[in-house]
């Protein structure tokens, strides 16, 4: 690329702006850097992305940002500038945080003991058991309801009751593992 890039430079009469060794050697240290955030933009443009991904490319940006001594200025000051824009561009919110404790192959990323996880999942069954709960029913659904037939020992089960059950599957999920 080295000599392409000189080239065409002289052919344009621009021999100015050819490109020196040691701005070279930057060059190659940048276009090595940057070359991460290609396979990350790779990643998350496949037809199947998900929000838990999120932190597992953030682990790895704090792991690519760690200044090293042999870092020429250009890529530090590059390195230090992505790591202060990470929590405005890659935001750790509450729906990423769940995707990523109900996603198996990334719920250790998170920095959170056993039981902030468990509150947190526990939490967000709450708020959606809670939101359906205040919802009104469409007029289908309140048809959908009628139509089944429910002697007394199958009524329906109450949303407190799904809640509870459903806490109840995630504490022992986590207890198991």
């Given at each position: 690329?080295?000599?392409?890039?000189?080239?065409?430079?002289?052919?344009?009469?621009?021999?100015?702006?050819?490109?020196?060794?040691?701005?070279?050697?930057?060059?190659?240290?940048l276009?090595?850097?940057?070359?991460?955030?290609?396979?990350?933009?790779?990643?998350?443009?496949?037809?199947?992305?998900?929000?838990?991904?999120i932190?597992?490319?953030?682990?790895e940006i704090?792991?690519?940002c760690?200044?090293?001594?042999?870092?020429?200025?250009?890529?530090?000051?590059?390195?230090?500038?992505?790591?202060?824009?990470?929590?405005?561009?890659?935001?750790?919110?509450?729906?990423?945080?769940?995707?990523?404790?109900?996603?198996?192959?990334?719920?250790?990323?998170?920095?959170?003991?056993?039981?902030?996880?468990?509150?947190?999942?526990?939490?967000?069954?709450?708020?959606?058991?809670?939101?359906?709960?205040?919802?009104?029913?469409?007029?289908?659904?309140?048809?959908?309801?009628?139509?089944?037939?429910?002697?007394?020992d199958?009524?329906?089960?109450?949303?407190?009751?799904?809640?509870?059950?459903?806490?109840?599957?995630?504490?022992?999920?986590?207890?198991?593992?």
């Amino acid at each position: 690329m080295k000599k392409e890039v000189d080239n065409g430079l002289k052919l344009i009469g621009h021999f100015e702006q050819c490109l020196k060794g040691s701005e070279w050697a930057v060059v190659e240290e940048l276009s090595r850097f940057l070359s991460t955030f290609q396979d990350f933009t790779d990643l998350v443009s496949t037809s199947v992305t998900s929000l838990s991904l999120i932190q597992l490319i953030r682990k790895e940006i704090v792991d690519i940002c760690k200044a090293n001594p042999r870092d020429c200025d250009e890529v530090a000051a590059l390195k230090q500038a992505v790591q202060s824009s990470m929590d405005k561009q890659l935001p750790l919110n509450d729906s990423v945080i769940l995707a990523t404790l109900l996603d198996p192959s990334t719920k250790n990323l998170l920095n959170m003991g056993q039981g902030e996880k468990m509150d947190r999942l526990v939490a967000a069954v709450k708020d959606h058991v809670e939101s359906e709960a205040d919802r009104p029913s469409t007029s289908m659904e309140v048809e959908d309801s009628q139509a089944g037939s429910h002697d007394d020992d199958s009524k329906p089960i109450s949303k407190c009751c799904r809640s509870t059950a459903l806490t109840y599957q995630l504490k022992k999920q986590f207890v198991q593992k």
